[in-house]
């Protein structure tokens, strides 16, 4: 069966400091993979989602970017936090065609201190 | 872009009354539509899906939506909610091909005694 890995769970960093949240899927292969931000009261942002190794669209400008080195990995990125990247931070896979649900990892609460 | 519009943003309802939230999306094409469900402290669930054939779809837990193409609506409804359904109820939406799956802003619902 397939299951989403994303760590760590919690995460307190200083202004300025970089950042790296990283997501893995197991048990299937070439699936689309996404990264949210969930905040109260907006819902989940899409904020990066990828079809394959190294293709990335950006959904939202800001001071983040993604990566996918590997074909289940899915890494989000920043070389310098601003206290506005505080939130809760999920990824997700699907499968390679948009009639399929999307599974969700158990998120990244991020404090930007 | 596509985007998907939930209008209640908070509902409190007593046990046993009725449900029906309501989502609206802006896409002309042919659409997946979805409602997942966050119950406190849990990751994101899927509650059903619609993608083609009969547009009233039944989920998990006796809830149900109706896809009406030409309201461009999806609403979720429960006939009576108990309250175990205390939960936020995310809608979403893709389209056909590798579009990234699209969320509303939610509605908290509160089910009290």
């Known amino acids: 069966s397939q299951t989403i890995h994303q760590w760590p769970a919690t995460l307190v960093q200083p202004v300025g400091s970089p950042l790296s949240l990283e997501c893995t899927v197991e048990?299937?292969?070439?699936?689309?993979l996404y990264w949210y931000r969930q905040a109260a009261g907006r819902g989940l942002q899409l904020l990066f989602y990828?079809?394959?190794?190294?293709?990335i669209s950006s959904e939202v400008p800001q001071n983040l970017s993604a990566s996918r080195p590997q074909d289940r990995q899915f890494i989000l990125s920043s070389k310098k936090l601003l206290l506005s990247d505080s939130g809760f931070y999920l990824c997700?896979?699907?499968?390679?065609?948009?009639?399929?649900?999307?599974?969700f990892g158990q998120g990244t609460r991020l404090t930007v201190v | 872009a596509q985007s998907v519009s939930q209008h209640n943003h908070h509902v409190i309802l007593s046990e046993a009354a009725s449900l029906e939230l309501g989502c609206n999306y802006s896409?002309?094409?042919?659409?997946?539509l979805f409602w997942y469900v966050q119950y406190p402290g849990q990751h994101l669930q899927l509650l059903l899906k619609y993608f083609s054939g009969d547009p009233l779809v039944k989920g998990i837990k006796g809830f149900e939506a109706e896809f009406i193409k030409s309201k461009f609506s999806f609403n979720l409804r429960k006939p009576s909610v108990q309250w175990s359904d205390t939960a936020e109820y995310f809608c979403?939406?893709?389209?056909?091909?590798?579009?990234?799956?699209?969320f509303g802003k939610g509605t908290r619902l509160s089910v009290i005694a």
């Open positions: 979403a939406v893709s389209s056909s091909g590798n579009t990234p799956l699209v």
């Open positions: 048990g299937t292969s070439n699936p689309n």
């Open positions: 990828s079809v394959g190794i190294g293709q």
């Open positions: 997700a896979w699907n499968g390679g065609t948009a009639n399929t649900e999307a599974f």
């Open positions: 896409y002309g094409g042919t659409v997946n």
